[in-house]
């Protein structure tokens, strides 16, 4: 008999901290703490401990496609603990579990140490926001704060499609309906399809993965809906090409006309260790967009959108050697951490000798 029980292993994930537990056969159990993956000193997870845990955590409607599918994404919680979210996926022809830890409170934009601007995004009466960065970098998070924002200020309704559902709203301004893949509607096409039948003021795309749900957001964006989705892209213009890259070349000049139209920003972020060793902290970059800024995405012309913000030509936006250069003069990241994720070192390198001819200003 095992030592301990996935739930035991969970609270003691939430004791320390942990942003993650990796529960895979043949292995540790280990935690992911401050970026890092910490092992345990406990014996290595048997076949019969991940049966235990697919058998106590997996929703009973999901329970057959689990033990058959190749990967798996379900939501888990134990009460007054905490709720998690579960991946689980084939590694040697056995079992790995992920789960990942999603508190009950949302933090607000300004607990995050996100840019205040950030609520700009929220007051749009449609069109389409993204939310990009690596897995782990705080997206949902980010998302979360944002949603719950509009929940705390305006009288609307918001749809989510997620897969799976991470964290739970509880209606005040707003109302919500919460769907999850699997469980609540088919897909995400699906999803998107009978949303706007549901009279929503704003629709949550947990990821855009395809061509179609591409087109369905676009869509929803121009019929009246604000659109929030995310993306595992670095910064804007790599979030664009993306967008477009969905598309057969045919069909990118026309996409890219009606992407301009409806895009209204973008939230692209990195989470970095602070200096102090303890905890992260998000670098943003954020783009809100401007009839010029439109015009150059119609026109294929990205790299001038950063000349703007470089040169301090609107101040609701900021590049991310801005946020980093921020972070580090307020000592909350290191030099080497800021260089180290820089998309252009030289730049950076000169706005903290200060020489740097933009203007670097920030509104945290």
């Excluded at 992260?280 to 790299?303: Q, Y």
């Excluded at 703007?308 to 030509?313: A, D, E, F, R």
């Amino acid at each position: 008999m095992s030592e301990y029980t996935i739930d035991t292993l969970l609270k003691k994930a939430i004791e320390l901290g942990a942003s993650d537990l990796h529960f895979i056969v043949g292995e540790v159990p280990s935690f992911r703490i401050d970026g890092k993956i910490m092992k345990s000193k406990l014996p290595p997870v048997t076949e019969q401990d991940m049966i235990d845990a697919i058998d106590s955590m997996a929703p009973v409607a999901m329970r057959d496609k689990i033990f058959r599918s190749y990967d798996s994404d379900f939501p888990y919680e134990i009460e007054n603990v905490s709720r998690f979210r579960v991946n689980l996926a084939m590694s040697f022809g056995h079992h790995s579990m992920t789960v990942r830890m999603i508190p009950y409170d949302i933090p607000q934009i300004a607990q995050l140490n996100l840019p205040q601007n950030i609520e700009k995004l929220t007051q749009f009466d449609n069109g389409i926001v993204l939310i990009t960065g690596a897995t782990g970098s705080g997206k949902s998070t980010t998302i979360a704060s944002i949603l719950d924002h509009i929940n705390n200020t305006q009288k609307k309704h918001i749809v989510t499609i997620e897969d799976p559902i991470e964290y739970i709203y509880k209606s005040k301004k707003a109302i919500f309906t919460q769907r999850q893949i699997g469980i609540d509607t088919a897909d995400y096409i699906d999803g998107l399809k009978f949303a706007l039948r549901q009279d929503p003021d704003v629709i949550l795309i947990g990821e855009i993965r395809d061509m179609e749900t591409v087109q369905s957001a676009l869509h929803a964006a121009e019929t009246g809906h604000l659109v929030f989705a995310t993306l595992h892209t670095f910064n804007a213009i790599q979030t664009i090409h993306r967008i477009l890259s969905f598309f057969p070349p045919s069909e990118r000049d026309a996409v890219r006309s009606q992407f301009a139209t409806v895009f209204r920003g973008s939230i692209s972020q990195k989470l970095l260790p602070k200096s102090s060793g303890k905890g992260r902290i998000p670098a943003v970059e954020l783009l809100v967009s401007t009839p010029t800024i439109k015009d150059f995405i119609m026109k294929d012309e990205l790299e001038e959108i950063y000349k703007l913000v470089q040169k301090g030509s609107y101040e609701d936006m900021i590049t991310f050697n801005m946020s980093l250069h921020d972070l580090y003069k307020k000592d909350l990241i290191t030099k080497e951490v800021a260089l180290d994720n820089s998309d252009n070192v030289n730049e950076l390198q000169q706005l903290i000798r200060g020489v740097y001819t933009g203007s670097g200003k920030m509104d945290y």
